[in-house]
């Protein structure tokens, strides 16, 4: 998935390259080819897989685990995804084996049909773009507690934090202007992709660090930080903990690139993807919750704890600084990658909608040249400017959640539903078929409601803030 939580695979960012260079079917051959040459063990496989899937998405877990009323609850709703979306992984593989599709879109495609096909690839551009606005409110929320464990001016006393260039508005724009938008005029941005390690690293270091300070911090260091700035996320009730169900869907998701990991795995089958799917699922399972629980004890004495966990430390906590100078780095090199994969999709959408070109091949350089740094651009104004007037992550995570959920639940069970429909599965008991039957309608039906109510309630809430 085109996560906020800090991983683009690297496996969609190369087919988009390559979608890029060449027609379908050349695309298509060059995958081939690359699956014939390029394995995993079982190990490494679980390792490419727990990349992708482990980020900075556990910054959400102790407001998640507060959204729940406490660890118990926050435990037991991951516990409950985990047993629905761990076998969604295996209806993939077992999809893409069928079909022979080595991406994720392609298995969707060619499974569910062209019109499926398409919406995937909408969601899967919203997801970019969404991912895209995340980003950037991430790095300013980090710009912003950075500044305030600067020292004040010597003459008044006035805290740098309070400087005009020090604003969200000013800091953001001019860190994305001189950092992030050179990069997104690279035609090959391959080599971005192999930075992700610094998300995966600051995702391990950041747990370890909520773990420490537990047993470190006392009653002045969580008196150094007021709620002020977290108020509008300081009212828990029972639509906020069922609509916080999408954060997790958010960190949990790594289908996307369950398809090529499956493709690039050794003696590949479904029974040994098996293995790599309940290790990574654990894996996920373990960080989170510890990251959850021991942030959640922390400040739980609190009225209300952040969306991002960061923020609740005191600005000049060394540890913790050098935690987000970690993910700002990795989020420059993360958000031309997501741009780019983004773009991607929404090029091939734009081109067939508005133009009787097929494929971006039949383009001649020069359009393809203009239109990509056009592209470019807008996609970086439109998320910047969405970026500096949402002032919280929790606003872009909820529906961000919902399409996660779609790429988790929705079209794994749109996959098992076409297997059952065109007997694609070897199945002889009717009661085992009927039992697949309610399995896949109830991850179609669970994703969708995922979906709708976070996005629901995410209009509804901002409504509701405008109004006042």
Not at 66 to 75: E, K, L, M
Not at 109 to 115: D, Q
Not at 186 to 209: A, C, M
Not at 278 to 286: G, N, Q
């Amino acid at each position: 998935m085109l996560k906020i939580n800090g991983d683009v695979h690297l496996s969609q960012v190369c087919q988009s390259i390559e979608e890029l260079s060449s027609a379908k079917k050349t695309t298509e051959d060059s995958n081939e080819s690359q699956g014939t040459t390029r394995k995993n063990s079982l190990v490494g496989a679980a390792l490419v897989q727990a990349h992708n899937a482990i980020g900075t998405g556990l910054l959400l877990f102790p407001y998640t685990f507060w959204a729940f009323d406490g660890p118990v609850g926050g435990i037991t709703v991951q516990l409950m995804l985990v047993v629905f979306i761990a076998p969604s992984l295996l209806i993939l593989a077992y999809s893409a084996e069928v079909k022979q599709a080595k991406s994720y879109q392609d298995a969707i495609s060619r499974l569910c049909g062209p019109i499926i096909g398409k919406v995937c690839q909408v969601c899967v551009t919203l997801a970019a773009f969404g991912a895209g606005v995340g980003q950037l409110i991430l790095i300013g929320d980090q710009l912003i507690d950075m500044s305030s464990a600067l020292p004040a001016h010597d003459h008044d006393h006035k805290p740098l934090s309070e400087e005009w260039y020090f604003d969200r508005r000013v800091s953001t724009p001019l860190l994305s202007i001189v950092f992030i938008l050179p990069l997104l005029m690279l035609k090959n941005i391959g080599s971005l992709s192999y930075t992700s390690f610094i998300g995966f690293l600051s995702s391990l270091y950041i747990s370890l660090v909520v773990v420490v300070k537990y047993f470190l911090i006392d009653d002045d260091y969580l008196n150094c930080k007021n709620d002020s700035d977290l108020e509008r996320n300081c009212q828990s009730s029972w639509t906020i903990a069922a609509t916080s169900v999408s954060f997790a869907c958010t960190a949990y998701e790594c289908h996307v690139s369950s398809v090529p990991v499956y493709f690039g795995l050794k003696r590949r089958s479904v029974k040994r993807y098996s293995v790599v799917a309940i290790t990574v699922m654990s894996s996920c399972l373990i960080v989170y919750s510890v990251t959850g629980l021991f942030g959640y004890l922390t400040f739980n004495s609190r009225t209300c704890i952040s969306g991002d966990v960061l923020r609740n430390y005191c600005p000049r906590d060394i540890p913790i600084s050098i935690a987000r100078i970690m993910i700002v780095v990795s989020l420059i090199t993360l958000y031309p990658i997501t741009c780019y994969v983004g773009r991607s999709s929404f090029d091939s959408i734009l081109i067939e909608l508005v133009t009787a070109v097929k494929h971006r091949s039949m383009l001649s350089e020069r359009v393809q040249t203009i239109r990509f740094r056009l592209e470019a651009i807008g996609w970086f104004l439109f998320t910047l400017t969405l970026a500096i007037f949402i002032p919280d992550i929790v606003v872009v995570m909820r529906p961000l959640g919902g399409l996660a959920s779609m790429f988790m639940l929705t079209f794994p069970g749109l996959c098992l539903l076409n297997l059952l429909l065109n007997n694609l599965v070897q199945i002889t008991s009717q009661l085992l078929r009927l039992l697949l039957y309610i399995v896949a309608t109830t991850y179609i039906a669970f994703g969708c409601y995922i979906l709708g109510s976070s996005v629901t309630y995410s209009i509804m809430s901002e409504a509701h803030l405008i109004s006042k």
